[in-house]
């Protein structure tokens, strides 16, 4: 009776299907992470893992995950609604609510799995924004800038999420969700953006903020760079590196059609 519902529920479960029974979060929305705040990321990695276990044998780690979060001295002296990161909401893009992924979830065994591989995306992406936003307080704080300071703060938390799959999408975030639905992960696109662009078209962005995204970009572009000549050396052959090709930042296997993305959601940006 409500078209608008039906294409949403539709394009929402696709969306979810197509990111659940797996720990993808790690190597797609977490890649940046992996080359530019290691120790970060193996953390949250490690949890992610935890978390699927524990989903498998029937606890449920969502509240776990936020007690957690919340009972860190910067969830409790309130740096971390200061900066504006993006660790109160219930689920990350891949995984929008829709009824029959609501339905799949309540299966006897493909819904455990379902539900673990759900719970460790959430898991991970919340664990590695909040590793990180603890990490860059402490810097901040280190070199003198007060971490309540909403230019700062702000400042910060916007380059926290990005590179954790959550970029700030302005006045479009009224219309967030039906954005996300149709168009994927709008969020994680604007993130990749943010991080290739090291947030230079934001004039709100301070001093503090901009150097550590330079960096990160650094970081990033090297990493992936670095690995893309190693398989190159490996296999002759086996990374294209014209940007223009749908095969750019990938390592594919000679002779066979099976890639590899080692460039996360960064690659299409460069191809484009």
């Not at 979810?16 to 970060?40: R, Y």
């Not at 609604?81 to 009824?99: M, N, T, V």
């Not at 673990?116 to 990490?135: G, M, Q």
Request: charged share 20%; with cysteine.
């Amino acid at each position: 009776t409500n078209p608008k519902e039906v294409v949403k529920e539709l394009a929402a479960t696709s969306k979810s299907a197509n990111a659940t029974l797996d720990n993808s979060f790690s190597f797609i929305q977490g890649l940046p992470s992996f080359f530019a705040h290691p120790k970060e990321w193996v953390s949250a990695f490690l949890k992610s893992w935890e978390v699927i276990a524990k989903e498998l044998v029937g606890i449920d780690t969502k509240n776990l995950v936020r007690m957690d979060i919340s009972s860190r001295p910067n969830a409790l002296n309130g740096k971390y609604e200061a900066g504006k990161y993006d660790l109160g909401i219930k689920y990350e893009e891949a995984f929008p609510q829709s009824r029959l992924f609501t339905l799949i979830e309540k299966t006897p065994i493909l819904g455990r799995i379902a539900k673990a591989a759900e719970s460790a995306f959430n898991s991970f992406a919340l664990s590695l924004r909040a590793n990180l936003a603890d990490k860059y307080i402490a810097m901040m704080e280190r070199q003198g800038i007060d971490a309540l300071n909403p230019t700062e703060a702000v400042s910060v938390g916007k380059m926290t999420n990005s590179i954790t799959g959550r970029g700030n999408i302005g006045k479009l975030k009224v219309v967030g969700e039906e954005l996300n639905v149709l168009l994927f992960s709008v969020r994680f696109f604007k993130g990749s953006w943010d991080i290739l662009t090291a947030h230079a078209f934001d004039p709100t962005m301070s001093r503090f903020a901009r150097k550590q995204a330079a960096l990160n970009l650094a970081k990033v572009v090297g990493g992936i760079s670095a690995t893309l000549w190693i398989a190159d050396q490996l296999w002759p052959g086996s990374v294209e590196w014209d940007s223009t090709s749908s095969k750019f930042g990938k390592i594919c296997q000679p002779g066979t059609k099976i890639c590899y993305n080692v460039s996360g959601g960064l690659r299409p940006i460069v191809t484009l």
